[in-house]
């Protein structure tokens, strides 16, 4: 059984500046990962929490310190720290994810820095890692790494988990580096959420951006199968609830409650942040106790903020506000003897916080949007006398699993006003049974539960059946020798996907002088035959290749022109079902924008690579149901591509089409695809011959290559050894 290496942007100890003396890390994450750390062997990767200036000359010392804790340091100077953590993570991603599009910066500074640490952390993991090794990457702070690690250790399992909310398509894409963000996600076998929305936003995303289709919560192609999965993550249950039974907790709780008299405590805990919804919450108290006046001197809010990111102009602004806002409320609503909101604006020891959620007869939690709010959680589990209320946001995680709250719209002022009301002056035998429900569900999903889940869905997932091998290694050099000794070589090559990347429209992928000059090597050697085998129409080919000594093979076998001759058709066929089939094509155009009709000689084609994610993933099943009931009328096949859809005319395909060059012996036989086209050409091939897929996805192929980079690179290494 190999080690679990947890990846985070801190360690769960921080650094003294000498480097010998470290202290626990504060944080929900360190508390979560702690039991997951403290068995077996593994390690936990992540910045020692001291910029790297203070601890120059000492790295040695740092570095074997840590090692006693199983921990591994990696060092951040102080421009890191600025411009990959407080510049690119919390200017850019954080207001980003969580619909703050109006705080989000977009520096390139920023960005390179965010790649250059991630490449950091990547490095040190797979310093340590070894087959067999689980690795955990933590949080927003490194999409990139899940795919730097597999760049580096293919076989290792990594598993990703975002602790903060995965926005929907149209705000994930306006990040400039989207595409780099998302195909670093996908460096993982697992990215796991909190909730399900979160999931069905990341698979959008992936979608519409990556062209990559999901099943069932699977995403398809890629090298490998990608797992999106929703892991609520719940607390220490035990932890708090003992902590509120302890004496010296009881004992603040009474010390609390002789301070408030007989006045009803309303709580609000926080860390500063423009997204915790603070404002919003202070003017719905505020309203609370404008229109129900029989309240005042018999409530008290308790605002708790935890100071944080001081140094940012946002969050300076953002407290100065809420000083404002508590004035202002103190002043309009207060009298001799009664203050109505008891503002606290520091962090605040363990037993304290426990005795204030103990304490407190209304939890406030309204964030603006939160990935999932362990705070909620935290005062259910201390309210030990189930007499609390808690209201919850809608737009908090948390609200998926605590449907016993009362759940509000925090920008509804008015809304949360009634819903103050309502928790004050809730019946007692109805708070008990919320609370008891709410407590159930914290105290049986904990987050020693969350990590165990998510790490056995790591565990269990599994190559598919026909995962072709990446071509690498010992493969290369087999096929190198096997081609070299070769008197007669035969080479199928697709073109789309496969010698050149996918294009928003199909006049976009013209080859261009390398593409050309590469196969023209290849074909002036007299002992290959190239042949070009593609779903495109003849006339393009002719015009695109033409000119070239390749044999070409049009309309996915429709069409076959060997070298130095003319063109022959496969089909004996008339074109009148066309007539039929047209229709419902343009009817589907014209309810799906960015989708278009390609016609052929003896088919039709529906791309809607350029399509609106959310429209193809609703048109396309349909249309794909309406064509096959009407391609068995009319003795039609219909073809499923990457985002097209094709009907043609008749008995033919790729391996029908490659059949033609059986005639002659050869030694050397590849064949290089990319979609489900081309399994009938691998199907057709004899054994021993090179199948490549390109890119993912299962296939009858033996071997995969990434894309059409590592395609050419694979031609141009053999055509040099003419």
């Known amino acids: 059984m190999g080690r679990t290496i947890i990846v985070s942007n801190r360690l769960p100890v921080t650094a003294n500046e000498e480097g010998v003396g470290f202290v626990p890390s504060v944080g929900g994450l360190a508390t979560g990962l702690a039991s997951v750390h403290a068995s077996g062997e593994g390690r936990w990767v992540g910045w020692p929490g001291i910029a790297a200036e203070a601890l120059r000359g000492k790295e040695g010392t740092v570095r074997r310190n840590l090692a006693g ?17 407080g510049g690119f993570s919390n200017r850019t991603i954080w207001p980003l994810f969580h619909y703050f599009t109006q705080h989000a910066t977009y520096n390139r500074d920023h960005w390179a820095a965010y790649r250059r640490v991630n490449e950091r952390f990547a490095a040190a993991t797979a310093e340590i890692a070894e087959p067999g090794d689980t690795v955990w990457v933590q949080d927003y702070h490194l999409m990139l790494v899940p795919a ?30 989207r595409k780099e963000i998302l195909e670093g996600l996908l460096g993982a076998d697992l990215v796991g959420f909190h909730t399900h929305d979160y999931v069905g936003h990341f698979l959008d995303a992936v979608h519409a951006i990556l062209g990559r289709g999901h099943a069932a919560g699977d995403v398809e192609g890629g090298e490998r199968p990608v797992r999106a999965e929703a892991f609520p993550m719940g607390i220490d249950y035990d932890r708090f609830r003992r902590a509120a039974e302890a004496p010296a ?3 603040e709780v009474g010390r609390i409650r ?27 108290f505020d309203l609370f106790l404008t229109e129900n006046p029989s309240w005042r001197e018999r409530v008290t809010l308790v605002l708790l903020l935890v100071p944080s990111r001081t140094r940012v102009e946002e969050y300076r602004d953002l407290k100065r506000r809420i000083d404002e806002r508590v004035g202002r409320i103190n002043g309009r609503h207060g009298s001799v003897g009664w203050v109505p909101i008891g503002y606290l604006y520091r ?84 708070r008990a049974e919320r609370m008891r429900r709410m407590a159930e569900w914290v105290a049986g999903h904990t987050v020693e539960e969350w990590a165990a889940d998510f790490l056995a ?17 010992d493969g290369v050099g087999r096929l190198d020798a096997q081609y070299a000794a070769a008197e007669a070589r035969l080479l199928f090559l697709d073109y789309d996907g496969t010698l050149v990347p996918f294009a928003a429209i199909p006049g976009g992928a013209k080859p261009d002088r390398e593409l050309r000059g590469l196969l023209a090597r290849l074909a002036e050697d007299p002992r290959n035959e190239v042949v070009i085998v593609s779903g495109r129409d003849r006339d393009t080919l002719t015009a695109w290749l033409g000119d070239l000594d390749l044999a070409l093979v049009a309309e996915h076998g429709a069409w076959v022109r060997e070298r130095g001759g003319a063109w022959r058709a496969t089909v004996a066929r008339d074109g009148a079902w066309k007539a039929r089939v047209r229709p419902l094509l343009d009817r589907y155009v014209r309810r799906t924008p960015g989708a278009f009709v390609e016609e ?28 096959r009931d009407l391609a068995a009328e009319l003795d039609l096949h219909v073809l499923e591509g990457d985002h097209v859809l094709e009907v043609k005319a008749g008995q033919f395909h790729k391996g029908l089409a490659a059949a033609r060059w059986w005639e002659r012996g050869w030694g050397f036989v590849l064949a290089a695809g990319d979609d489900r086209t081309d399994e009938d050409l691998f199907a057709s091939l004899p054994r021993g011959a ?33």
Not at 152 to 174: D, K, N, T
Not at 259 to 272: A, P, Y
Not at 396 to 406: D, W
Not at 602 to 607: E, G, I, Q, T, V
């Open 69 to 85: 804790l199983n921990c591994v340091p990696v060092f951040l100077s102080s421009r890191d720290v600025r411009d990959y953590y």
């Open 148 to 177: 730097l690690v597999r760049a580096r250790l293919p076989a290792v399992r990594i598993g990703f988990f975002l602790h903060i909310p995965f926005p929907s398509y149209e705000v994930f894409r306006l990040l400039p580096w």
């Open 249 to 251: 907790v009881r004992r």
């Open 258 to 284: 002789r301070h408030v008299g007989d006045r009803k405590v309303i709580l609000s805990v926080d860390r500063l942040d423009y997204t915790k919804g603070v404002l919003e919450r202070l003017e719905a």
């Open 347 to 430: 962090s605040v020891p363990f037993e304290r916080l426990v005795a204030l959620y103990r304490a407190a007869d209304v939890a406030l939690v309204t964030p603006l949007r939160d990935g999932m709010n362990l705070v909620a959680k935290e005062y259910v589990a201390c309210q030990v006398d189930g007499d609390g209320v808690l209201v919850l946001s809608e737009f908090a995680g948390a609200a998926q699993e605590l449907g016993e709250a009362l759940l509000v719209n925090p920008n509804d002022v008015p809304g949360m006003a009634r819903a103050i009301g309502e928790a004050l002056e809730m019946p007692r035998r109805e």
């Open 457 to 473: 869905e790591l565990a269990a997932r599994r190559p598919p059946d026909r995962a072709p091998q990446p071509l690498g290694g």
């Open 600 to 627: 052929k000689s003896f088919s039709l084609a529906w791309h809607y690579r350029r399509a609106e994610p959310y429209a193809s993933q609703l048109r396309a099943p349909e249309l794909r149901a309406a064509l």
């Open 690 to 722: 090179w199948t490549i897929k390109v890119g993912g996805g299962p296939s009858r192929a033996a071997y995969r290559l990434p894309g059409p980079r590592e395609v050419r690179a694979l031609l141009a290494r053999l055509a040099r050894q003419r």
